[in-house]
């Protein structure tokens, strides 16, 4: 019996050791499936790093022999080869492609891309701004209506009558009038992509690529139609163009030049609209005036009584007033003021407020405020010597 027992113990040390080695066996196939993975992966990125780079072209024709003429990013015009593995059904003038260093032959069909200067442009799906966002601008928020919203709302209009719709409009007058808030109120209106630049953005320093940012704008824009495209500032490169110039002053009259063929040119702008804003409308080139380029020159002047007592509804709409604030009084205490004035009056007024410790706002914190932000324009009368009835007002 113990003979029997010594070899059952012995022969389930044995099994044990067997599983043991099984164990053992697993692990290490399971480690060398690792480390064989890690090894291909290491050499792969060692290819990636020793492997030649690839050359960016651009498809011109497709040659009945199978091969392809392409202008490549290094300069000149090259008949090419096409790789087996590229559909050349993909291939079309105008395809981004990548080329061989050493052959040039075409090896692959980049994916399309947009400038980055085009992407880093301001983009704002369906701005928040609406018509009662913007105050003293009725005439100016009808003649813009008529050129830009009416057009994208209403094509068929423009059919019946047989006519083509404008193009875009210019806005011009003093700074802090409202051009820009004005162009946002549009395209909220109309549901419009809104899509701003400053036109400095577009002066480049290499020959052709302000030309070329342009008409990627434009391609952009007719891609996320209906579309404003806001240009800020235009007389930064719309100036009047002279015989005599810098190589500098040359590359921004081919950007301008770019501009107006995009304005003017064969290519329809479907449902985009262009509105340029200007301080200095005598400088500008007089063939970006005519007509067909910007159909409508609107001015955004100085808000009058009226247009100013506007303005401080619109900014005083979510502030506590005292009873003693009258709007038609700081009206015409800020005469010659802008609407950027009256804002930034209103917000000193809620400093002044909370230096006070109070919760609401009195007429004397604004007329504290008319001293400060406009100085030596600011012009005192007596407060209750020109009130008016009828005055709306918000009081706590």
């Given at each position: 019996m113990a003979e029997i027992d010594l070899n059952n113990e012995r022969r389930?040390?044995?099994?044990?050791?067997?599983?043991?080695?099984?164990?053992?066996?697993?692990?290490?196939?399971?480690?060398?499936?690792?480390?064989?993975?890690?090894?291909?992966?290491?050499?792969?990125?060692?290819?990636?790093?020793l492997s030649t780079p690839l050359i960016e072209g651009v498809v011109l024709e497709i040659l009945e022999d199978g091969r392809a003429i392409v202008k490549s990013s290094t300069g000149p015009n090259l008949i090419v080869n096409i790789a087996g593995n590229v559909d050349i059904e993909k291939l079309r003038p105008g395809t981004h492609v990548a080329l061989n260093q050493r052959g040039s032959t075409i090896v692959e069909v980049l994916?399309?891309?947009?400038?980055?200067?085009?992407?880093?442009?301001?983009?704002?799906?369906?701005?928040?701004?609406?018509?009662?966002?913007?105050?003293?601008?009725?005439?100016?928020?009808?003649?813009?209506?008529?050129?830009?919203?009416?057009?994208?709302?209403?094509?068929?209009?423009?059919?019946?009558?047989?006519?083509?719709?404008?193009?875009?409009?210019?806005?011009?007058g003093p700074p802090g009038c409202g051009k820009t808030l004005l162009a946002k109120a549009v395209a909220g209106e109309s549901q419009a992509t809104f899509i701003s630049l400053v036109a400095s953005e577009l002066a480049q320093k290499f020959v052709g690529e302000g030309a070329r940012i342009v008409r990627e704008l434009f391609e952009f824009a007719r891609k996320k139609a209906p579309s404003i495209v806001l240009i800020d500032e235009i007389d930064a490169i719309a100036a009047r163009r002279l015989d005599i110039g810098t190589s500098g002053e040359r590359e921004i009259h081919r950007t301008l030049t770019q501009l107006l063929a995009e304005l003017d040119g064969f290519d329809p702008l479907d449902n985009v609209k262009v509105i340029a804003t200007t301080n200095r409308l005598d400088i500008l080139d007089p063939a970006l005036l005519r007509p067909g380029r910007f159909d409508r020159v609107i001015e955004v002047p100085l808000p009058n009584l009226r247009g100013r007592y506007e303005i401080f509804k619109i900014h005083t709409r979510k502030m506590k007033l005292a009873r003693d604030v009258d709007l038609m009084e700081l009206a015409r205490l800020t005469e010659g003021a802008t609407g950027a004035d009256i804002k930034a009056i209103c917000t000193e007024a809620g400093y002044n407020a909370i230096r006070s410790s109070r919760r609401y706002v009195v007429m004397e914190d604004f007329t504290k405020a008319i001293r400060k932000i406009l100085g030596n324009r600011y012009r005192p009368y007596v407060f209750g010597s020109s009130r008016e009835k009828g005055v709306d007002r918000q009081v706590v």
């Open positions: 389930k040390g044995v099994t044990d050791y067997i599983r043991y080695l099984e164990m053992r066996i697993q692990e290490l196939e399971a480690e060398i499936t690792y480390l064989r993975r890690e090894v291909n992966y290491y050499k792969q990125e060692i290819e990636k790093l994916p399309i891309r947009e400038d980055p200067y085009v992407k880093a442009m301001e983009v704002i799906e369906r701005p928040n701004v609406r018509y009662s966002d913007v105050g003293g601008l009725e005439d100016q928020i009808r003649e813009i209506r008529e050129v830009v919203e009416l057009p994208l709302k209403h094509p068929e209009i423009f059919k019946e009558l047989g006519i083509e719709p404008p193009k875009g409009v210019l806005l011009y």
